[in-house]
């Protein structure tokens, strides 16, 4: 396929993926202020924290609250990574390589897009849980299009790889809050409030039930864990990066070539990690740290996907 | 085969009353909707001056006599909204936010008769051979201009005209592989051919999606028209583009070339490379190596074999024509002259579409097939001949002037309806350079009944269907094609970068011809 063709597929998918995300991010922290009494911690400062672009939006906004953050998360287009911003480039990139996609999966974007950008002035002011509910389905509806009208070809596989990357990226953000809401009160932990926050998280990764199943009752070390390392919950950090290198693997059998290349053995290195890790461990040594290194691992393979395939072919 | 299991038996099939045959006694007691239709004295495709349906359009106006009121507009707007959410829109640029608009698009479908589109079709056959004669001819041996029939300075001063190509063979001796030639109809019904379109005629994908939203709307009411489909064209283009391959070339790759995204009529390109399967390329996906072209890949560089281009002549190789341009492939001219790849449509067909050279597509007909004109041009004066030009200036109120070097509706003066200025401006234009104009009588346009606030009122039309010729003698002619209306009250501008819209063309089948199925069994 076209190196031009899986640049914009593989993006158009981690953008539909974070617009996503950043839905989930923003009704983990309605859902957390409705819950708990007033005087807990900030629950918005977080959310902002975790995006890692922190400085700019305190020169934009100042103090983070609701509207705000809701503002900038969602429909701020001067942001790089809000959903408004991310479903338009989405809808960019889909419309640059319409020919490659079924129908349905580029009219889902287009109506996906108009919802939200039809919905924005009313939601900056009153955000409702309805409102990113729907965000939800669409984004579901988009996962199911994709993958039940299209080839499981080499174009789908990229688009495979970028949204899987991306949902590993946003899980361990999602994760992340946490750390950033909980570590100031660590004598919160096993209250009542705890056990609210942590299933807000689980909520956020749609994790809550497959949970609940396993485990019963919330418990740190477990919750963690499902979050980094179960080996069958799809939007744990290990299952997305193992589908994401089976993908690339797939991708690899295509290549002419008898190198291999840089993405699959970064990936491989990580997808191990995450297999063989203990929690224990990761919390000993600190979860955030972790997790931050999990994120600097997912970006390289980001990088190395340019370099193996987006820019193979052109002449120097 | 034996039915699937299904959770209920009680879903019905859909049935519409409205589209029930056209023997049924409906029993309403509203007024028909083209009970107060006026023809103005105007042409009109659908309904004689008695306002009767003419005789292949009875099924639609009695269909369309028995809607309730409102009827109409909930459908237009049914397909307006479903043309939306499908994204076939375009960008409005001077709109900050990138506010999007869809095709004007007008529900009341335009029908041509069998026995008229028979006219129609041989004329269009007849002028697209004698076209491509005259410019193998051309970029030949020129006998038409040494042997006087037409003067060598027009051509060879024809912006269009390209040096570059004088000697090129193309594949089987075809240049224009695609032509979208637009054709008028005045106050006697008279088919004009207005002009042709040679490089990169657009607006068939319209064609395409109209018809597909039409018959979701009106599904029974087609089969009983016999409305002839047009949804086989991305297979005819696709086995023409497949033709035309270059020589021991048996499964070529094909490629339809875009000049990218933010070309206005993006949606077309990659709708076309979609239909037909192929891949869709900017001029930075490919490179030449060795006068052969290639995609940059995934997993390397892949040899292309047929380009369908939709970038100008002059921007596809900086290398030959325009330096500055960074839509076409540097090299992409010796790769085609050493026939490593073939073009569609041929760099410098635009020569036979220039307005002037227009004026002797009769006389061009006459030279190379011995035949008279089955359609004929609209009587068109030569600015650069003496006794025209001054029949031209004398005459600015009647006439309607055209620039030779522009299209999509600029460039042109309608003489009845200009201002005394802006005439006089024209004729200070025509004085300076009168190689780039030329003037025809106001057309009065034939009309089609059209939605206007909710009613139906006559604006008038043009139509441009799309003509593929793999070879002299293997031409097709869509039935039908883009019907493009004046929403404007009286206006004659049909182009929708002035404010047209378009509606679904029905060419009605003669006995024996396929007809287009409705939706649900296809």
Known sequence: ?316 | MVPSNSQSQSQSQNSDPVDASPNTTSGSTHAPQLAGYQCDGFFDEMVDQQTTARPDAELLVDLINRMPPGELLRRQNAIERSLYQMGITFTVYSDEAGTEKIMPFDVVPRTISAMLWQHIDAGLKQRIKALNMFLSDVYGDQNIINDGIIPRDIVESAPSFLPECMGLKPPRDVWCHITGTDLVRDNSGAVYVLEDNLRCPSGVSYVLQNRHVMKRNFPQVFSGSRVRPVNDYPSRLYSMLQAIAPAGVTNPTIAVLTPGVYNSAYYEHSYLAQQMGVELVEGRDLVVKNKHVYMLTTVGLQKVDVIYRRVDDTFIDPKTFRKDSCLGVAGLMDAYRAGNVSLANAPGTGVADDKVVYAYVPAMIKYYLGEEAILANVPTYICQRDEDRKFVLANLDKLVVKAAGESGGYGILIGPHASPEERAEFAEKIRLDPRNYIAQPTLQLSRVPTLANGILEGRHVDLRPYILCSGQDDIWVMPGGLTRVALKKGSLVVNSSQGGGSKDTWVTAEAGQEVAVDWQNE
């Not at chain 1, 005087?39 to 902002?48: I, M, R």
């Not at chain 1, 990226?169 to 056990?195: C, E, H, M, Q």
């Open chain 1, 1 to 316: 396929m076209l190196s031009r063709v899986a640049e914009s597929i593989y993006w158009m998918s981690r953008q539909m993926e974070r617009a996503e995300n950043l839905a989930r991010f923003l009704e983990v922290t309605l859902h957390l202020t409705l819950d708990q009494p007033d005087s807990l911690v900030d629950p918005w400062g977080p959310l902002v924290q975790i995006t890692g672009d922190n400085e700019w939006f305190h020169d934009k906004y100042g103090t983070p609250n609701q509207q705000s953050v809701v503002n900038f998360l969602a429909f701020d287009t001067d942001y790089h990574s809000s959903m408004l911003t991310c479903l338009r480039a989405a809808r960019e990139n889909a419309k640059s390589v319409r020919e490659t996609l079924s129908s349905e999966a580029f009219e889902q974007i287009n109506q996906f897009y108009h919802f939200v950008c039809d919905s924005s002035a009313s939601q900056i002011t009153d955000p409702t849980a309805a409102f990113f509910d729907n965000v939800r389905d669409y984004s579901l509806l988009w996962s199911g299009i994709l993958d039940s009208t299209m080839s499981h070809d080499q174009c789908w596989h990229f688009a495979n790889v970028g949204r899987l990357l991306e949902r590993a990226d946003k899980t361990t953000r999602i994760l992340d809050v946490k750390y950033f809401n909980l570590l100031p009160n660590v004598s919160d932990v096993g209250t009542a409030i705890d056990d609210l926050q942590w299933s807000a998280l689980l909520l956020a990764i749609s994790g809550f039930e497959a949970y609940r199943r396993e485990h019963h009752l919330m418990n740190i070390e477990k919750v963690v864990s499902f979050f980094l390392f179960h080996q069958t919950f799809p939007r744990s950090a290990r299952s997305c990066v193992a589908g994401a290198h089976w993908s690339l693997g797939e991708i690899e059998k295509c290549s002419s070539t008898e190198l291999r290349g840089e993405a699959i053995q970064q990936i491989e290195a990580l997808k191990h990690r995450l297999t063989e890790s203990q929690v224990k461990e990761v919390l000993a040594g600190g979860m955030h740290q972790f997790i931050d290194l999990v994120q600097i691992e997912l970006n390289q393979i980001g990088e190395s996907l340019t370099y193996d395939y987006f820019n193979v072919a052109r002449p120097s």
